[in-house]
């Protein structure tokens, strides 16, 4: 019995039904449509409610009430009329958005599956590149500006050889190039993170060293700077533990995907599509 239950089979048919369900319970059926008569129970009052209340974060009064149920009835006759008269045929806005509503009819399903520990572990291995840490670097960098100087790339060479000699902790950057408008120092820093403070050619320069200590001047869109890298944090995968959650909502994701695609392949043997294309042939 236990072994049937994790069929995915099994799953996918009780999805069905419950889809099913779900329909025959939000959709009347055109002789209920058809006989004029608008429902207002209970549950549409409290709805409502709950809706005026998450805007205006009190309760309605009275008045109010009344004003938001002839609406509902009003909204509701419309909506009818439109259907008879076939408005919502061809209408692409529409067609997406019943798509999307049934779409997340089959996410609350597949929400509710929960994978066993072995599975939720064995999609980490298999997606494991989802869970990897990039390569981070620790630098200091020097800049010599164009603006300030007429020779900022041979400037930047010969404080090269003044700092080569020395012990990285004694050498104060600030004092040995120009006022940058950005720190001095940067902590664990991705490629991302250096692209966007540098530019894609300072990034690629320094991730393509990835060496400690200083490197050879380096040109970015602000001029020229010298760089020092102090730590290099390679890349690596974070540790399942870490990431379980994460996991579990990637799971999810994939589920919902699945049981999409089971239940349109499902649905599509019901229907007989027929290609009448003159103009362009078989596809």
Known sequence: MKKL??????????????????????????????????????????????????????????????????????????YREALRMQLDHND????????????????????????????????????????KEPTKLSFSQVYFSPDKRQQPLIDAQGVLK??????????????LGDNFHLQNYFAERDYNDVRQL?????????????KEGWSQPIQSGYGIHLVNISSIQNELIKPYAEVKEQVLADWKIAQQGLYNEQLY?????????????EKWGEL
Do not use: C, M
Request: charged share 30%; hydrophobic share 40%.
């Open 162 to 175: 003044q700092v080569l000699n020395q012990p990285a902790n004694k050498v104060d950057v600030k004092q």
């Open 198 to 210: 540098f530019g894609q050619d300072f990034a690629q320069a320094i991730f393509k060293l990835a």
């Open 5 to 78: 239950w994790r069929e995915p089979l099994l799953h996918f048919l009780l999805i069905g039904g419950g889809l099913f369900f779900l329909y025959s319970f939000l959709n009347p059926s055109e002789e209920e449509i058809a006989n004029n008569v608008i429902k207002i129970d209970d549950s549409d009052v409290e709805r409502l409610i709950k809706a005026y209340e998450q805007n205006w974060s009190s309760p309605p009064d009275k008045a109010t009430l009344k004003s938001l149920l002839n609406e509902e009835v009003k909204s509701e006759v419309f």
């Open 92 to 131: 692409e806005i529409i067609r997406r958005r019943l798509k999307q509503k049934y779409e997340f009819l089959v996410k609350d399903l597949a929400d509710s599956q929960q994978p066993s520990e072995a599975a939720l572990q064995a999609f980490y291995e298999e997606k494991s590149e989802f869970y």
């Open 265 to 277: 392949e499902n649905l599509l043997q019901k229907y007989e599509v027929d290609y009448d294309l």
